[in-house]
């Protein structure tokens, strides 16, 4: 199953993107033997309008022109579930089994994504009630793509 973050905003170099890479990388290297395939991380520009509303539906048209048709589409917003990590691999382990050919995880703008991405995610995700930066949910996410990979291998990276 390919593996492809799509993102709003652009992540400037420093060393949160030099994490972010090295988290990526580790999942690119150990996902391939669990049938992942990492892809790429597409940048899309925040919208410049002038009320939340409308950059959201903005950037929400942005994101739908990019997603591959039939992906499984997984969004990054607060107001979603939050799983552990054993239960997030199951997900990627159960979507890749299922034959399911592409992965989109969506990361909003500042102002989050617009509801109708939301009702059309396969599934909402959560890293927990506070409000994160977007560069710090990229760490979050490629590390946790690599600890799923990690724990669908059966690899001690992940310790219960």
Not at 13 to 26: H, M, Q, S, T
Not at 53 to 81: F, N
Not at 108 to 122: K, M, N, R, S, W
Request: proline share 4%; charged share 25%; hydrophobic share 40%.
């Amino acid at each position: 199953m390919r593996v492809t973050i799509y993102a709003v905003g652009r992540l400037k170099a420093g060393p949160e993107r030099e994490l972010a890479a090295r988290y990526v990388d580790r999942f690119s290297k150990t996902g391939a033997a669990q049938g992942l395939s990492f892809t790429r991380i597409i940048e899309l520009p925040e919208s410049r309008a002038s009320n939340a509303a409308t950059r959201k539906r903005e950037e929400y048209a942005a994101l739908q022109k990019q997603l591959p048709a039939d992906s499984i589409v997984v969004a990054l917003d607060e107001r979603g579930r939050t799983p552990d990590s054993n239960e997030f691999a199951g997900m990627l382990g159960k979507w890749c089994d299922a034959g399911r050919r592409d992965l989109a995880i969506t990361i909003g703008g500042a102002d989050g994504h617009d509801p109708q991405l939301l009702e059309q995610a396969d599934v909402v995700i959560s890293f927990g009630k506070m409000t994160w930066p977007n560069q710090i949910v990229r760490i979050l996410l490629a590390e946790q793509l690599y600890r799923a990979s990690t724990i669908l291998a059966g690899h001690p990276y992940h310790r219960n």
